[in-house]
């Protein structure tokens, strides 16, 4: 009995989701280079991607709650990688933007663990990385279709 799409969509979903999260434990390995916790290098690099913004749209984007998000970004700003400063439009409200230590941080970051996931796919024919590219193509279309932004 041949299995439907449904089911096959739930199969590769889940199969993906596995995946997903064990790739992205093996690259974190080597955040601990960066001196930083998980909370703030993945905050940070809203920061750096999507630019200053407000406490409140940080929090959004890390999916957590203002307290918390108020704890992060003061361990940031006490690193020297991010700034607090008043909103220009309502001085109720901080805008928090990555500094230049701050991104080279992250940067460098984001290098090491592509070395690493470079190094974890070399047993890899060039034939499955063709493969894997096109898988990587195909999840961020899905992503973006999902979003709205496609």
Do not use: N
Request: a positive charge.
């Amino acid at each position: 009995m041949a299995r439907s799409e449904k089911s096959f969509r739930l199969e590769v979903a889940d199969r993906l989701h596995s995946a997903a999260i064990h790739l992205l434990r093996h690259a974190r390995k080597r955040d601990v280079v960066a001196g930083q916790g998980p909370a703030r290098l993945s905050a940070l690099s809203v920061l750096v991607f999507g630019g200053p913004m407000a406490l409140g749209q940080l929090a959004a984007a890390e999916q957590v709650k203002a307290p918390t998000m108020s704890r992060i970004v003061a361990g940031l700003k006490r690193s020297g990688l991010a700034k607090i400063e008043a909103d220009a439009k309502d001085a109720r409200r901080i805008r928090v933007t990555a500094t230049a230590k701050g991104k080279r941080l992250l940067q460098q970051a984001r290098v090491r663990r592509i070395r690493l996931l470079a190094e974890t796919l070399s047993g890899l024919r060039e034939a499955e990385l063709d493969t894997l590219l096109r898988a990587a193509e195909l999840m961020e279309r899905a992503v973006r279709q999902a979003s709205g932004r496609e």
